[in-house]
């Protein structure tokens, strides 16, 4: 069984900054991909960035140049740094990892943290 737990969120105002944490414990496994993905209320849940096992990134064209998804390998643990935060980034936050367990490829989740941007 593989575990992801979230830290990080929290309330901010426009312009301001804050760190995700995600870090992946449990069963022997190989990370393929770890990212984050966030739900505003109303929406469908959206990719915010994602890194893989070989340091390939992704980003949703709303965040470029504001969030950075950067990977610890030996803490299987990943980060979301957001920087020059906006009202609209305004959401629950969710990690994301796409693991290999023995043969078996899976996706997991985290619990969500919430982030809110708000003067």
């Known amino acids: 069984q593989v575990q992801l737990v979230e830290s990080g969120g929290g309330l901010v105002q426009p312009g301001g900054s804050l760190r995700l944490s995600c870090a992946a414990s449990?069963?022997?496994?190989?990370?393929?991909?770890m990212g984050w993905y966030r739900q505003a209320p109303g929406k469908q849940r959206e990719l915010v960035a994602v890194?893989?096992?070989?340091?390939?990134?992704v980003y949703a064209d709303s965040v470029k140049g504001r969030f950075t998804v950067s990977r610890d390998n030996a803490k299987n643990t990943v980060y979301l740094q957001m920087n020059s935060l906006k009202s609209e980034d305004t959401a629950v936050y969710y990690c994301?990892?796409?693991?290999?367990?023995?043969?078996?490829?899976?996706?997991?989740w985290g619990q969500g943290t919430q982030v809110t941007v708000s003067s």
């Open positions: 994301n990892s796409d693991l290999t367990t023995g043969t078996k490829r899976s996706d997991y």
């Open positions: 449990g069963s022997t496994f190989y990370i393929n991909a």
């Open positions: 890194i893989t096992s070989g340091g390939t990134t």
